[in-house]
């Protein structure tokens, strides 16, 4: 139908789209946001996307299956969704492999808070399940997203990034970090440059497309899906399974790229990924976004001293009330409150934390001392990635870089 309309038409229905969208959350790869003063409705994007939530028996199964705790972020609901991750397991179960995939797009100096969240879980699960790991460094998309930054500036992101990504402890004989710019080459660097110049609108011209995007922008969603089949990597996996099963865990928000995936997967006769999803960390001001690098007073970077971190946790947005009468009288409200939502995240003593949330939603503690209990979490986190951090050498990063097999990748 949509070919025989006119492009008003056409607009309309466009907008109509983005009124209804505005009026409701946007989750997407490019923005995660609600109403203000709401918050991301989790149930309605399992219900939309079409995946499923993570529940308790799942979590035991992992314990089992591992034997070991399942990690915080499993016990407390940030890993909340999946898609065929008991498929994983059943097969796990039968003694057959799986490798794991996650990534990054560089368009930071530093990583935050909230881009540790999927290298935490994923280093956690390489150890729990003795598997491999690819990671990929999308300096493409950023490229081609951006409209400052240089192919030049992108790549050497990647390899600053690579260092905060190595810091969170990933196993070198079981991990491959990949740039797709530096591990395709000149000849694919300038496929970017060439598709970054020309606009749909040109294309259209000379090829029938529509639109003002760099026509490079719709070249980019099958560059994400490919680590997603294992004969993408030819020196880890060929003579091995050329199936064989991969599991992404990422912040739900990559789960469009992974549905246009999977929906791919049977023509080409690859098996289907399996994904294990994020909630998000929330910006320091409100419940309605996620902690992100385009606005960096949402969010708290692994670079940031212990001044910053104090000073950025004091001006979080706080469900404690004004006073300490209307704090003894009506308690936190815990569901706004972002110091307490982060130590969900980063305090592991499951006795402390509900302690904190009894205490303080309950009003006999004030915002005061979870700000400070948060800073100290907090600032060991960081303390603790800066120093792994400053032992990463560039000889280490292209050691992870390297085009190699990896001989002990399921020991
Ligand atoms: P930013 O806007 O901060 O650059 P991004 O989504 O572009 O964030 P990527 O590097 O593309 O960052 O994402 C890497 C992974 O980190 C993805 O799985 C992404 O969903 C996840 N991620 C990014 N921000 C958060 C957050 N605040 N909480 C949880 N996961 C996050």
Redesign the pocket.
Known sequence: MIETMGEKAIQEIKQLLQLSESMEQVVN?YE?SAKDGGKIDYDKIVEKFGCKRVDQSLIDRVHRLTSRDPHVFLRRGVFFAHRDFNEILDSFERGDKFYLY???????EAL????L??FMFTKYLQEAFKVPVVIQL?DD?KFMWSKTLKVEDTKRLARENIKDIIACGFDVEKTFIFSNIEHAGTFYENTLKIGKCVTVNKANAIFGFAGEDPVGKMGFPPVQAAPSFASSFQHLFLGKDNNLRCLI??????DPYFRMTRDVAPRLDYSKSALIE??????LKAMNG?????NPNS?IYVTDTTKDIKKKVNSAFSGGKDNSTEQENAGADLEVDIPFKYLSFFLDDDAELEHIKKEYGEGRMLSGPVKQRLTEVLTEVVEKHRKARAAVTDEMVNAFMAVRPLPKMFD
């Open positions: 790869p995660v996650t990534g990054r797009g560089p368009s930071s935050h808070l909230g881009h969240i999927p999308t998309e865990p990422c912040a739900i928000d990559q994020s909630k998000f960390l929330p910006s996620k902690m992100s690098a385009s969010a």
